[in-house]
Nanobody, 123 residues
Framework: QVQLVESGGGLVQPGGSLRLSCAAS????????MGWFRQAPGKEREFVAA????????FYADSVKGRFTISRDNAKTTVYLQMNNLKPEDTAIYYC????????????????WGQGTQVTVSS
C-alpha cells in the first residue's frame, strides 16, 4: 500500500522560506518520478515541480522557477520542495504525487497522492 505523507507547511511572511517534505512508502521509490502540486482556495490544482528517478531532471512551473527547488533522497524515500522568496500568491495546499504515467505536469498522470500540507504566506 502506497503512502505519501507531507510535512513542513505553515505560516510564513512574504519573502520567507519553507521546506516541504514528502515521505513515501509502499513503492520502490527510486524507480518513480515524483511531483508537487498545489491548490489555492477557489482554484484548480496546479503543477509546481517534478523530479526524475535519479534527480537528474527537474521540471518547474514558470511561476516558481528561480524560487523553488525540488530534490529527493532515494535512501530516505523522501522528496523535498525548498521554497524561497515566498509570495502571498504561493498560499495553497501543497500535495505530493507519485508515479506519473503521462506528462509530469498533468495531475491526471499521477497514480498516488498525499493528503496535502497547508502553506500560508501572509504578513
Amino acid at each position: 500500500q502506497v503512502q505519501l505523507v507531507e510535512s513542513g507547511g505553515g505560516l510564513v511572511q512574504p519573502g520567507g522560506s519553507l521546506r516541504l517534505s514528502c515521505a513515501a512508502s509502499g513503492r520502490t521509490f527510486s524507480s518513480v518520478y515524483m511531483g508537487w502540486f498545489r491548490q489555492a482556495p477557489g482554484k484548480e490544482r496546479e503543477f509546481v515541480a517534478a523530479i526524475s528517478r535519479s534527480g537528474g531532471n527537474r521540471f518547474y512551473a514558470d511561476s516558481v522557477k528561480g524560487r523553488f527547488t525540488i530534490s529527493r533522497d532515494n535512501a530516505k524515500t523522501t522528496v523535498y520542495l525548498q521554497m524561497n522568496n515566498l509570495k502571498p500568491e504561493d498560499t495553497a495546499i501543497y500535495y505530493c504525487a507519485m508515479e506519473p504515467r503521462g506528462p509530469v505536469t498533468t495531475q491526471g498522470s499521477y497514480l498516488y497522492w498525499g493528503q496535502g500540507t497547508q502553506v500560508t504566506v501572509s504578513s
